[in-house]
Nanobody
Framework: QVQLVESGGGLVQAGGSLRLSCAASGITFSRSAMGWFRQARGKEREFVAAISWGGGTTYFADSVKGRFTISRDNAKSTVYLQMNSLKPEDTAVYYC?????????????????WGQGTQVTVSS
């Protein structure tokens, strides 16, 4: 059974930082590309960041470039999203996703499995 379990969300003031984690099981994590998406209330789910299976290629949405970083630990089957300089507009439910073909990309329809999400709330 495939599971992607996000953690690390919470309430933070603007300018603060959070680190999200996503622990995967039931997939060959070391061969999977991983992505982070987010969905604010009343909006569509949007791409945030993605990382290749080996970690050598990353992509970021323009809105988070320079503030967020994505990394992975294949030994722990975990992907991370470090979020710095948070803004109120970063408030959303954050989801991790796995692309079993190892293709990091921005298209949510390319991902095969999704986590249940973790809430991030940034107060002004």
């Amino acid at each position: 059974q495939v599971q992607l379990v996000e953690s690390g969300g919470g309430l933070v003031q603007a300018g603060g930082s959070l680190r999200l984690s996503c622990a995967a099981s039931g997939i060959t994590f070391s061969r999977s590309a991983m992505g982070w998406f987010r969905q604010a209330r009343g909006k569509e789910r949007e791409f945030v960041a993605a990382i290749s299976w080996g970690g050598g290629t990353t992509y970021f949405a323009d809105s988070v470039k320079g503030r967020f970083t994505i990394s992975r630990d294949n030994a722990k089957s975990t992907v991370y999203l470090q979020m710095n300089s948070l803004k109120p507009e970063d408030t959303a439910v954050y989801y991790c996703a796995a692309d079993l073909w190892g293709r990091p990309n921005t298209n949510r329809d390319s991902y095969d499995y999704w986590g249940q999400g973790t809430q991030v709330t940034v107060s002004s």
